[in-house]
Structure formats: structure tokens, C-alpha cells
């Protein structure tokens, strides 16, 4: 298989997404300090979650990363835990955000990424333009 498994007391899985959380109305606002004030909140979430980010990055719109995550939590649930916690923090950094309330579109794009090789992804995510 070529991956690290996730051994539990009842299953063995590879559970991989790639996340892509967009800024609300698609506004190019985020900074390279903008975006590792979010990686360092999504890292944060990932501990808290018992998952591992393994890949992020991002643009001046929007973000990627690449999360392992154990079968209890569903996909949902890490989107929204990664991307509450992410706006929070970045608010409170004094970052700016495109409404009053939210930092992120309430939508996501999810996807598992079974299909590509693992390596192929990260370099697809280390390779986003980086924001001025």
C-alpha cells in the first residue's frame, strides 16, 4: 500500500482527504502571514482531533490541505472543526475578513484521495501560488 496505517483497537484504515476551504465571496484577502496563521490553527485542530495534517497551503482565496483522520469522525465535522476554529483565530489575529462574522465560504470541497498517489497531491499542494 506504501501508506502508514492507522492501527485501532478495532479497525486498520487509511483515511485521507484533501480539503479545500475557500474564503466567503471568494476574496482574495489572504497574506503569506494570513495562511500560517490558518496552518498553524488547522495543525492545532489536527492534534485536538487525533488526525495528522500532512500537507497545507494556499492562495490568496483559498486553502489545501491533506488530512489523515481516524473512522470515528466524519468529514463534515473536520470541515467544520478546521475551518470555526481557523476563522477564529485568524479574527482574533486582527486579520481582515470578507463579512463581519466569517472568514470561510460555508461550503467545501472534500475529496478522498485514494485515486492519486499521495505524493503527486503534496506536490500539487506545496506548488499553490503563494499570496504577497
Known sequence: ??????????????????LICVTKYRRSILTAEGLNT???SFRAVAKSL???LLEF???ANHVHACIEYPPKLSVSKLAN????T????????????PSSKALWSPSYFASSIGGAPLEDLKRYIQNQEKPS
Open 81 to 84: 472543526a478546521f475551518k470555526g
Open 57 to 59: 497551503n494556499g492562495e
Open 38 to 40: 490558518i496552518e498553524d
Open 86 to 97: 481557523s476563522s477564529r483565530r485568524y479574527g482574533q489575529a486582527g486579520y481582515p475578513k
Open 50 to 52: 487525533n488526525c495528522k
Open 1 to 18: 500500500m506504501g501508506r502508514d496505517l492507522r492501527r485501532e483497537r478495532h479497525s486498520v484504515t487509511s483515511l485521507i482527504v484533501h
